[in-house]
């Protein structure tokens, strides 16, 4: 991104203050944007130039004038350059990271507080405890602070790395220039300081000679100093070699002052010496009795990690009532292979565009882990969408049984769909004029668009070819068909709309009628329509009736409306008015007189308080349960051995579920077929959230930009990243990596147990939560 010229950020707008949190984001969206210059008329926020990482390796100055708040700088970046005209308030470089900071002034208390990287150039004096419980990565440079004037009380408390260069040309007391107890608890780092000094924590460290290679450093590096603070002229006062004294932490030795004896030797020289090999048990036991480290790896560790890589189902994919693995298809995005994660939802749904991009509620990203964080879950409907692109898939030679399917609904595709891909010869036989069941008829184009659906059948069509439209069936030719075909699948959905009796009941029109007329072009609904009902179908029934020219559109109910998501916000902006609790007594020619007087004008009311099934055409072999529906067992097949039955006709769901139900059938038929026993549902368990680390992940996203951005978000929960993090952070190297050979799993962690101390930094770590620890089995 090209830069953009400097950019100046107010603290104050129309004479208020503004929030800490709010001037942040103003400098974050001024580095998307390309600004790497900014000034910053602060009034005492906090946290100014910290975390700016958006820039990538471009640099970034910051400079601040006004006042500045606390923690000015913290979490800075090797990126940043920040420049406080004045003084600086508590912590300013708090967990600094990287960035280059420079007070021209005093600074307060807490200067570079457990600072890993950077430095702070301070042209006052410091206030207490400064430089502490800093840290130093061998791979980085160490972290540096330089001050011209004196620091206060505590300095260099549990420092633990770094530089420290005190000048003392502006000494808050004659006598300490370091202050009140510096340097306790040090155990790393060295300071370098000019002027009287009336104690330090001898316990912790101690004077040093400056070597010829430390001044060489020293005096390099002073002048850079003044020059960044504008103070060139003391250049000569802080030049003399002999002004200056070097503290360095005492080493673990050091400290310690005496020999102590080992366990080891005390075990050898005094225990068993006394008492004989293996001490007071010797005589009853050969147990090994040899010494044993504080730290311990193989059997005698307390507790072990294993690496559990897709031993438990994403919560995504857990959620998803078709079973499609949402969380691999996110991680084939991740490592550039879009084609193959549009393609891999065919092996799962039919309707990879139509469903997941549009139509289904996406409980899979309800599920999504990163909630759990408040962050937004990943959004699949991207990679919905994008799967309008899948090809057509290659099938196998028809080889399999012959399978009847009754209904070309969502349900009807997905088992014929996927028998197809099973090598089976399935037929699809419906009464309507098109394949899509109700996506096709009755819901709104506003919801899905014509081209996505029809790109999808015609798909579906390259694959199904034998589809019989407009064929009405009887329970005899049903029961004749048996004799036709080795399994018949019922997928009729729930074509019977539920009636209210009640006066006036011919008046009213049914819901999918209504948007059956709607979708065609002949619905005339009038300027004011009443719905019974304010479900999601009801919601898409005002949201058709306002398109056809409905002024005034009113959902009533007899309870709180059940519609939600899409559906409910689009019947909201369309304008219609939802109402109860409401009774209705009767449909008159002015509209719905309900039990308390009221009246409600209406052109046209419609009906939509659901839908039920009409199992009539079904033979007397399949059992019909209390409720209406059909009698299945969970892989779908009915008290009728050659008979199956999915989707509505078993029980309302989503359309997702419908298909997800086609696809357990068509495997079960398919084993059956095969002489095998059916599989069932995945037996894994869901892996608990708890187990997932999102520290990696940017909180402050609100939405995802592309797929690629949610691919490189998503967490993979419970699937292996392949991102290292584990073998990196593990301190004694124990973790490998090794290739399989296997095409469906490539890789594999290892743990090598003659170095693992079961430290479970590897669980701790892992995004995906792949890791865990168990406690080691106990030595017999």
């Given at each position: 991104m090209k830069s953009k010229t400097k950019l100046t950020i107010h603290g104050k707008e129309e004479g208020t203050r503004i929030a800490s949190r709010d001037l942040e984001e103003k400098i974050q969206k001024a580095i998307a944007k390309g600004y790497r210059q900014i000034e910053v008329d602060a009034l005492g926020q906090h946290g100014i130039g910290g975390r700016l990482h958006g820039a990538g390796d471009e640099k970034v100055t910051v400079r601040i004038t006004g006042t500045c708040g606390q923690r000015t700088g913290s979490m800075?970046?090797?990126?940043?350059?920040?420049?406080?005209?004045?003084?600086?308030?508590?912590?300013?470089?708090?967990?600094?990271?990287?960035?280059?900071?420079?007070?021209?002034?005093?600074?307060?208390?807490?200067?570079?507080?457990?600072?890993?990287?950077?430095?702070?150039?301070?042209?006052?004096?410091?206030?207490?405890?400064?430089?502490?419980?800093?840290?130093?990565?061998?791979?980085?440079?160490?972290?540096?602070?330089?001050?011209?004037?004196?620091?206060?009380?505590?300095?260099?408390?549990?420092?633990?790395?770094?530089?420290?260069?005190?000048?003392?040309?502006?000494?808050?007391?004659?006598?300490?220039?370091?202050?009140?107890?510096?340097?306790?608890?040090?155990?790393?780092?060295?300071?370098?300081?000019?002027?009287?000094?009336?104690?330090?924590?001898?316990?912790?460290?101690?004077?040093?000679?400056?070597?010829?290679?430390?001044?060489?450093?020293?005096?390099?590096?002073?002048?850079?100093?003044?020059?960044?603070?504008?103070?060139?002229?003391?250049?000569?006062?802080?030049?003399?070699?002999?002004?200056?004294?070097?503290?360095?932490?005492?080493?673990?030795?050091?400290?310690?002052?005496?020999?102590?004896?080992?366990?080891?030797?005390?075990?050898?020289?005094?225990?068993?010496?006394?008492?004989?090999?293996?001490?007071?048990?010797?005589?009853?036991?050969?147990?090994?009795?040899?010494?044993?480290?504080?730290?311990?790896?193989?059997?005698?560790?307390?507790?072990?990690?294993?690496?559990?890589?897709?031993?438990?189902?994403?919560?995504?994919?857990?959620?998803?009532?078709?079973?499609?693995?949402?969380?691999?298809?996110?991680?084939?995005?991740?490592?550039?292979?879009?084609?193959?994660a549009v393609e891999l939802a065919l092996h799962y749904t039919p309707f990879p565009a139509t469903v997941c991009g549009y139509l289904c509620p996406n409980p899979c990203m309800a599920a999504c882990t990163k909630q759990s964080a408040f962050m937004p879950s990943i959004d699949i409907k991207q990679l919905g969408k994008a799967s309008i692109l899948a090809k057509v898939p290659q099938v196998p030679e028809v080889s399999g049984r012959k399978v009847a399917v009754i209904g070309g609904g969502p349900a009807g595709i997905s088992v014929a769909w996927q028998l197809r891909m099973g090598g089976h010869d399935p037929v699809v036989f419906d009464t309507a004029p098109t394949l899509g069941g109700k996506i096709a008829a009755v819901i709104p184009e506003s919801r899905i668009p014509k081209e996505v659906l029809d790109a999808e059948l015609s798909r579906i069509s390259e694959i199904l070819p034998q589809v019989h439209l407009q064929q009405p069936l009887t329970a005899v030719e049903l029961d004749r068909m048996k004799g036709d075909h080795d399994f018949i699948v019922i997928a009729a959905g729930a074509q019977k709309p539920r009636m209210l009796d009640i006066p006036g009941k011919e008046r009213l029109i049914t819901g999918n009628v209504f948007l059956a007329d709607a979708k065609s072009g002949v619905a005339k609904p009038g300027k004011r329509v009443v719905i019974i009902g304010a479900g999601n179908s009801a919601c898409d029934a005002a949201t058709e009736a306002v398109r056809c020219g409905a002024e005034e559109v009113t959902l009533i109910d007899i309870q709180a409306p059940a519609a939600f998501g899409e559906e409910k916000d689009a019947a909201e902006k369309a304008g219609a008015q939802f109402k109860w609790p409401c009774f209705t007594r009767e449909i008159t020619g002015n509209g719905v007189l309900l039990d308390d007087g009221e009246l409600l004008g209406a052109d046209t009311v419609i009906l939509s308080i659901g839908d039920m099934a009409d199992p009539d055409f079904l033979p007397r072999s399949v059992a019909i349960a209390p409720n209406g529906y059909v009698s299945v067992d969970e892989n779908g097949q009915t008290t009728d051995p050659s008979i199956f039955a999915i989707g509505d006709i078993t029980g309302l769901g989503l359309i997702t579920d419908a298909i997800g139900g086609g696809r357990r059938t068509a495997e079960t038929i398919d084993a059956i077929s095969k002489g095998k026993r059916p599989a069932g549902r995945d037996p894994r368990k869901v892996i608990a959230k708890e187990r997932m680390n999102l520290a990696y992940f940017d909180p402050r996203l609100s939405v995802y930009e592309d797929i690629q951005k949610c691919g490189s978000e998503c967490s993979s929960c419970g699937s292996c990243r392949d991102c290292g993090i584990c073998a990196t952070l593990c301190p004694k190297e124990a973790i490998e990596r090794r290739e399989t050979g296997n095409p469906t799993s490539p890789f594999e962690y290892v743990v090598k147990t003659d170095r693992c101390i079961g430290c479970g930094f590897c669980a701790d770590a892992c995004p995906c939560g792949v890791w865990t620890l168990i406690t080691n089995t106990p030595m017999g």
């Amino acid at each position: 991104m090209k830069s953009k010229t400097k950019l100046t950020i107010h603290g104050k707008e129309e004479g208020t203050r503004i929030a800490s949190r709010d001037l942040e984001e103003k400098i974050q969206k001024a580095i998307a944007k390309g600004y790497r210059q900014i000034e910053v008329d602060a009034l005492g926020q906090h946290g100014i130039g910290g975390r700016l990482h958006g820039a990538g390796d471009e640099k970034v100055t910051v400079r601040i004038t006004g006042t500045c708040g606390q923690r000015t700088g913290s979490m800075g970046f090797p990126n940043t350059t920040i420049e406080i005209m004045g003084a600086a308030s508590d912590d300013i470089g708090w967990l600094n990271a990287g960035a280059e900071i420079i007070v021209h002034g005093n600074a307060s208390n807490g200067a570079a507080n457990a600072m890993a990287q950077g430095r702070i150039s301070v042209g006052g004096n410091l206030g207490a405890r400064g430089m502490t419980m800093t840290k130093e990565n061998p791979r980085f440079e160490p972290p540096e602070l330089w001050v011209l004037g004196s620091t206060g009380d505590y300095f260099g408390e549990f420092m633990a790395g770094g530089t420290a260069v005190v000048c003392g040309c502006q000494p808050q007391n004659e006598e300490n220039v370091l202050g009140y107890r510096p340097l306790v608890g040090m155990v790393g780092g060295r300071v370098f300081f000019r002027g009287p000094i009336k104690g330090y924590s001898q316990g912790d460290a101690r004077m040093a000679p400056i070597t010829d290679e430390d001044w060489e450093w020293l005096s390099a590096n002073l002048k850079s100093f003044l020059t960044r603070i504008g103070r060139d002229e003391v250049t000569t006062k802080l030049a003399r070699r002999e002004d200056w004294q070097l503290l360095v932490a005492r080493s673990p030795q050091d400290k310690m002052g005496r020999s102590i004896r080992s366990m080891d030797s005390f075990r050898r020289e005094v225990w068993d010496r006394e008492l004989g090999e293996g001490g007071l048990i010797g005589d009853l036991t050969d147990l090994d009795m040899s010494h044993i480290p504080v730290i311990t790896t193989g059997d005698l560790r307390r507790f072990v990690p294993v690496w559990e890589n897709q031993k438990y189902v994403a919560p995504c994919q857990g959620a998803c009532p078709s079973g499609i693995p949402v969380q691999e298809r996110w991680g084939l995005v991740r490592n550039g292979l879009v084609d193959e994660a549009v393609e891999l939802a065919l092996h799962y749904t039919p309707f990879p565009a139509t469903v997941c991009g549009y139509l289904c509620p996406n409980p899979c990203m309800a599920a999504c882990t990163k909630q759990s964080a408040f962050m937004p879950s990943i959004d699949i409907k991207q990679l919905g969408k994008a799967s309008i692109l899948a090809k057509v898939p290659q099938v196998p030679e028809v080889s399999g049984r012959k399978v009847a399917v009754i209904g070309g609904g969502p349900a009807g595709i997905s088992v014929a769909w996927q028998l197809r891909m099973g090598g089976h010869d399935p037929v699809v036989f419906d009464t309507a004029p098109t394949l899509g069941g109700k996506i096709a008829a009755v819901i709104p184009e506003s919801r899905i668009p014509k081209e996505v659906l029809d790109a999808e059948l015609s798909r579906i069509s390259e694959i199904l070819p034998q589809v019989h439209l407009q064929q009405p069936l009887t329970a005899v030719e049903l029961d004749r068909m048996k004799g036709d075909h080795d399994f018949i699948v019922i997928a009729a959905g729930a074509q019977k709309p539920r009636m209210l009796d009640i006066p006036g009941k011919e008046r009213l029109i049914t819901g999918n009628v209504f948007l059956a007329d709607a979708k065609s072009g002949v619905a005339k609904p009038g300027k004011r329509v009443v719905i019974i009902g304010a479900g999601n179908s009801a919601c898409d029934a005002a949201t058709e009736a306002v398109r056809c020219g409905a002024e005034e559109v009113t959902l009533i109910d007899i309870q709180a409306p059940a519609a939600f998501g899409e559906e409910k916000d689009a019947a909201e902006k369309a304008g219609a008015q939802f109402k109860w609790p409401c009774f209705t007594r009767e449909i008159t020619g002015n509209g719905v007189l309900l039990d308390d007087g009221e009246l409600l004008g209406a052109d046209t009311v419609i009906l939509s308080i659901g839908d039920m099934a009409d199992p009539d055409f079904l033979p007397r072999s399949v059992a019909i349960a209390p409720n209406g529906y059909v009698s299945v067992d969970e892989n779908g097949q009915t008290t009728d051995p050659s008979i199956f039955a999915i989707g509505d006709i078993t029980g309302l769901g989503l359309i997702t579920d419908a298909i997800g139900g086609g696809r357990r059938t068509a495997e079960t038929i398919d084993a059956i077929s095969k002489g095998k026993r059916p599989a069932g549902r995945d037996p894994r368990k869901v892996i608990a959230k708890e187990r997932m680390n999102l520290a990696y992940f940017d909180p402050r996203l609100s939405v995802y930009e592309d797929i690629q951005k949610c691919g490189s978000e998503c967490s993979s929960c419970g699937s292996c990243r392949d991102c290292g993090i584990c073998a990196t952070l593990c301190p004694k190297e124990a973790i490998e990596r090794r290739e399989t050979g296997n095409p469906t799993s490539p890789f594999e962690y290892v743990v090598k147990t003659d170095r693992c101390i079961g430290c479970g930094f590897c669980a701790d770590a892992c995004p995906c939560g792949v890791w865990t620890l168990i406690t080691n089995t106990p030595m017999g």
